[in-house]
């Protein structure tokens, strides 16, 4: 039997079909091209009064690049769930719409927005790259030992001296010739589909008895992420990480009192990093009060309260704001640039896009049948939620900031890249959830 004819036997089923998925996700991604390039001419006029000379170009190039990754789903997955991708196309142009805005004001960054142009373009080939390169997203589990030596080399690599680079404080950067770029936004892919086929082999055993030994694998991940943070010096990662496992553990295991173990281990781990680390007491310090040192080390977080208080409910308007004051407003602090130009308004479309997301994704994982399908899937879901509330949270002095990016909306070619992947396998997990056997012809 071939390849085409083992990909005859199942379609999409009718019933889901018939709702013409691919139709609504058409008329979302048209509606998502129409806000960005509207937000575009609107930042370019505000900041300068003047329509952009390069509004032609960004419209061809905006719409063409929604346009391709809308047909490849069509092609690739046309059961997948009709809203993922043009939630993350409106978060990515409007993250992008930012930047472009940011760019002529920010030091260093007249080419912020030629290189996020290009790093959108690069996720977007990702996400078509993953539909095509992973068929069946549970062969991934075939791989686990292998993708979870990966993931462990790609959250190490910045440590090695040939390739390892320290930016702005944390080493979690690595160089490939003229390539820099994140490992861990890679690592926590494998990482989440090793964590996914383990748990499946000893998710029996987890459920009918509980020894000291079945609580190692909830230790050795406190202590990687507890070494993640001593190592690289990078609090959102080690947060990432052990969350990421917790809550994997406890679907697989169905047993709350593993979340109520990681929050003690996050508890222990969270007082003996504050005791021994001064970044980390540092960090603490700003967040419980950033006006102690207004100029000094609170800087950024007071001046991201104050541009988020200048934003209202409806913002000063978009190009009109002075999110520029705000250092690496780009990176880490490009919610609160929108909070400042869009307001309340802006700030909470940005969070419901989100919201939508992670309530997709967990759609998908109580549709999962397989157990791998339903924990690799709360895994990216997970990743996905706790990224965005860790950096939310943060700008807004919910948690202490960690330095993480935005998914989608910060500027950075390693976390667009590594989200478009993470959204292509939700999407391929989504499709296969609609597929049937084709009925055999008489």
């Known amino acids: 039997m071939t390849a085409t004819s083992r990909r005859r036997r199942t379609r999409v089923a009718p019933a889901y079909a018939a709702l013409k998925p691919r139709r609504v996700e058409a008329g979302l991604v048209l509606m998502v091209g129409v806000v960005i390039v509207v937000a575009y001419a609107l930042a370019s006029f505000g900041a300068s009064a003047s329509i952009p000379a ?11 690049l929604l346009l391709i990754a ?10 997948a769930d009709p809203v993922m991708l043009p939630m993350a196309l409106l978060l990515n142009g409007l993250g992008y719409v930012m930047i472009a805005r940011l760019s002529n004001d920010v030091p260093g960054g007249s080419d912020l927005a030629g290189l996020q142009s290009t790093w959108t373009a690069v996720g977007i080939a990702a996400y078509i790259g993953t539909l095509v390169v992973v068929p069946r997203v549970r062969i991934l589990a075939n791989y686990r030992y292998l993708l979870g030596i990966a993931g462990m080399a790609l959250l190490a690599l910045p440590l090695v001296p040939t390739f390892g680079r320290q930016i702005n404080g944390a080493r979690i950067w690595a160089s490939v010739g003229p390539i820099n770029f994140q490992p861990g936004e890679f690592a926590k892919i494998a990482l989440a589909a090793f964590f996914a086929a383990y748990l499946v082999e000893s998710r029996e055993l987890l459920r009918s008895r509980l020894e000291l030994r079945d609580l190692a694998p909830i230790g050795v991940a406190w202590a990687g992420s507890l070494a993640v943070m001593v190592l690289e010096r990078d609090l959102g990662s080690s947060l990432l990480f052990f969350t990421l496992f917790v809550v994997v553990l406890w679907v697989a295991s169905e047993r709350a009192m593993f979340l109520g173990i990681g929050a003690v281990l996050f508890a222990g781990g969270a007082v003996l990093a ?3 680390f001064t970044h ?19 800087f950024q977080i007071v001046e991201a309260s104050f541009a988020l208080a200048d934003g209202g409910l409806t913002g000063t308007g978009l190009g009109q704001g002075e999110p520029d004051r705000i250092p690496f407003v780009e990176t880490d602090f490009i919610f609160a640039a929108i909070g400042e130009e869009l307001g309340l308004a802006g700030s909470t479309a940005i969070l419901m896009a989100f919201l939508v997301l992670i309530g997709s994704g967990l759609r ?3 549709r999962a049948d397989r157990p791998f399908e339903k924990l690799f899937t709360v895994g990216l879901t997970t990743l996905l939620g706790v990224q965005a509330f860790i950096i939310m949270g943060g700008v807004l002095r919910v948690v202490p900031l960690t330095g993480i990016t935005l998914p989608f909306v910060s500027y950075g070619g390693s976390s667009l890249v590594a989200n478009y992947i993470l959204l292509a396998l939700l999407m391929r997990m989504s499709h296969e959830q609609r597929l049937e056997p084709v009925p055999a012809q008489s």
């Open 280 to 298: 980390v007491q540092q960090r603490v310090d700003i967040w419980r009060d950033p006006f102690a040192s207004p100029k000094g080390d609170g």
């Open 54 to 64: 390069n509004l032609g170009p960004f419209l061809v190039w905006m719409l063409a």
């Open 70 to 79: 809308h047909l490849a789903t069509r092609r690739l997955a046309p059961g």
């Open 364 to 366: 998908v994982a109580l």
């Open 274 to 276: 504050w005791s021994m």
